[in-house]
């Protein structure tokens, strides 16, 4: 089994930053790609950023610059520091991993953490 688990989200205003983390863990034996992706109401889930394992990173055009992705390998953490928040940035985040688990490679989601901008 495997499971990521997301922390850090919550009610900020507009201007202000929050860091996400993402924690994998189980019987996990390498992972590849991790990533963030957001869903606001009434909308489709969205890609915000990707890292691969050698640090390479994407990011969605309407984050870049504000955001920034990172990992530690160790500890199978993905994180997102989320800076300048934005009304547009409140949705639901979720977490991303492409992994091998169990001798079979899989995307593994996070439960989700709301994000909310707002004065």
């Known amino acids: 089994q495997v499971q990521l688990v997301e922390s850090g989200g919550g009610l900020v205003q507009p201007g202000g930053s929050l860091r996400l983390s993402c924690a994998a863990s189980?019987?996990?034996?390498?992972?590849?790609?991790m990533g963030w992706y957001r869903q606001a109401p009434g909308k489709q889930r969205d890609l915000v950023a990707t890292?691969?394992?050698?640090?390479?990173?994407n990011y969605a055009d309407s984050v870049k610059g504000r955001f920034t992705i990172s990992r530690d390998n160790v500890k199978n953490t993905v994180y997102l520091q989320m800076n300048s928040l934005e009304p547009e940035d409140t949705a639901v985040y979720y977490c991303n991993a492409n992994l091998v688990a169990l001798a079979a490679r899989h995307d593994f989601w996070g439960q989700g953490t709301q994000v909310t901008v707002s004065s």
């Open positions: 890292i691969t394992s050698g640090g390479s990173t």
């Open positions: 189980g019987s996990i034996f390498t992972i590849y790609a």
